[in-house]
Each structure stands twice: as C-alpha cells, then as structure tokens.
C-alpha cells in the first residue's frame, strides 16, 4: 500500500510538472506576484466606438490650432487659419470646439469616400451642437461639403427661411443647387444654450432630418452634387474661397457613417455622450 505520504508527494509533482519552465505562469501573476491589472491600453468606450461604418470620427478632442484629427484616419488634419480658430472648450464628451459667430472655422480637405451620390451609397452626418445665439437674419453653419460654385453636397445648418426667431435647424442634401436641394424644418427645433444632437442621413432617394432621436422631416432627393472641394465645420465656404456665415456656439463629436442610423442607434449615441 502506497503510503498518505507519498501519494501526497507525487501528486505535488504532477501538479507542478511545469513549475520550473521559464515563463510558467498559471493564474497570470506579475513578475512581483500581484495580480494583473488593466492598462487602459483598451476602454470600455474605445471598444463601443468601433463600427465597421464609421467613416470619419472627429470627436474635436485636439489643439485646433495644431489639427483637428480624424481619429478613423481618413481625412487628414483640418485647419483654421491664425485668429480664426475656434477655441477649445469642455463639451458634451470630452472637449469641443467653440465657434465665436464672426470668421471662425475648420477647413478638411476633402476625399472621394465623402462622394455618396456617385455610388448611391447611403450616409449619415451626426453631430452635437450649443448654440449660443440663434437670431435671424443669419444663416450658422454646422457642417458643410462645400461645391466649388459657392454651394453644398451636404450641409447641416442653422438658418432662416420666414425671417422669425429663431433659426431653422436644416439637412440640405443638394442635387445640382442648394435651391433644389434646401429642406428646412420647424423653428421650435432648434435649441439655444442647450446641447442639442442633430443627425442627417439619406438613403439613396430620401433625405431625413432628426434631432435628438426624433424625425423631424424628410425630402425625396434622388442624386448629390459632389466635385472634391473642402469639408467645412463651424463655417460655409461661399465662391471665391471665401469663408463666412460661422457658427455662434460649439460643436461636439462629428461622426460620418456608411449606412443610415436607425433611431435606436441615435439614441445609443445620445447614451454613450450623457454617460460616458
């Protein structure tokens, strides 16, 4: 009979046969012998941003005056000429860029991927805006592709239509102008001192207007008007090059997608900025 002690003995043995090879580490011990601990290399939010549709991701988190950084790399740094940068601000998420209503603006050089109506591929424009004042007469661009006739692919804007307070918060998507592709929706969507989501998406043959996971309108549009000139945020780029009609607020989390985002992606959107 094989003695208590000895069944102890090799039972040790066979537990350990690997205790002595060099990296052997069976419950994930440090060198120190604690345990391991996350590095923050990955977060919890990192990981919630991945989307394969995701475009362009510009979550105005950097120096404007050094780059705004598209962190999906697909447009190179946008730039703002000296004394017309927006400031950097806390935002809704993380920083924002503050718009002073007068000659600011970020200027993107703009790629093909950002030509929708070429391919009939649907699209999504999101973003998060406060604005501080939104009196008419003034139009108070959001984001715009600019066409190098003064006019716009795409633009999401603050204007005014029936020259009443306040502005009109609109989704332009623009077939051949912007006077065919103009689609304005009620004044009483547009929020001042607040921040506000505000998504636009077209399908291929609709466009549609939402602001805070809400519809607030659509138009049929069947093509859009593209020829490579600059993605503007805070500010529209007229003909001539010339830059004007700034935003008076901040702008938060720019986001271009591949696909149509459904209400209940809008609203995972909303979650993810309120709580982080």
């Known amino acids: 009979m094989v003695s208590w002690r000895l069944w102890a003995s090799v039972c040790t043995m066979l ?3 690997g205790c002595g090879r060099i ?14 601990q996350d590095d923050g290399s990955t977060t919890p939010d990192e990981d919630a941003a991945v989307d394969p549709d995701l475009l362009v991701w510009i979550p105005f988190d ?3 005056r050094s780059g705004a950084v598209d962190q999906q790399g697909v447009l190179a740094p946008g730039q703002c000429a000296v004394g017309r940068c927006p ?10 860029y503050r718009f002073d209503g007068t000659d600011d603006y970020v200027q993107f050089a703009t790629v093909n991927a950002l030509d929708f109506g070429a391919q009939n591929q649907p699209f999504t424009v999101s ?10 007469p003034l139009q108070q661009v959001l984001m715009a592709q600019a066409t190098a006739s003064g006019g716009v692919a795409y633009q999401l804007a603050l204007e005014n239509f029936q020259g009443l307070a306040p502005l009109d918060t609109i989704w332009k998507v623009c077939e051949s102008d912007c006077q065919s592709g103009t689609f304005a929706i009620d004044t009483d969507k547009t929020v001042q001192g607040a921040w506000t989501f505000v998504v636009g998406t077209w399908d291929g043959s609709t466009s549609r207007l939402f602001v805070d996971a809400v519809e607030v309108g659509s138009a049929p549009k069947s093509t859009i008007a593209f020829d490579g000139n600059p993605l503007m945020v805070g500010a529209d780029l007229e003909a001539g090059d010339v830059i004007e ?6 702008i938060d989390d720019l986001r271009i997608y591949t696909r149509t985002l ?12 309120k709580n982080p």
């Open 15 to 17: 537990v350990c046969a």
């Open 23 to 36: 990296g052997y580490n069976p419950i994930g011990l440090q060198d120190d012998g604690s345990t391991p």
């Open 62 to 64: 950097d120096d404007p």
């Open 87 to 96: 400031l950097s601000e806390p935002g809704i998420m993380g920083r924002s």
């Open 127 to 136: 973003l998060w805006y406060l604005a501080s004042d939104v009196s008419p």
């Open 245 to 250: 009609d700034s935003l008076d607020g901040a």
């Open 262 to 273: 459904s209400i209940a992606d809008q609203m995972q959107l909303m979650d993810e900025a």
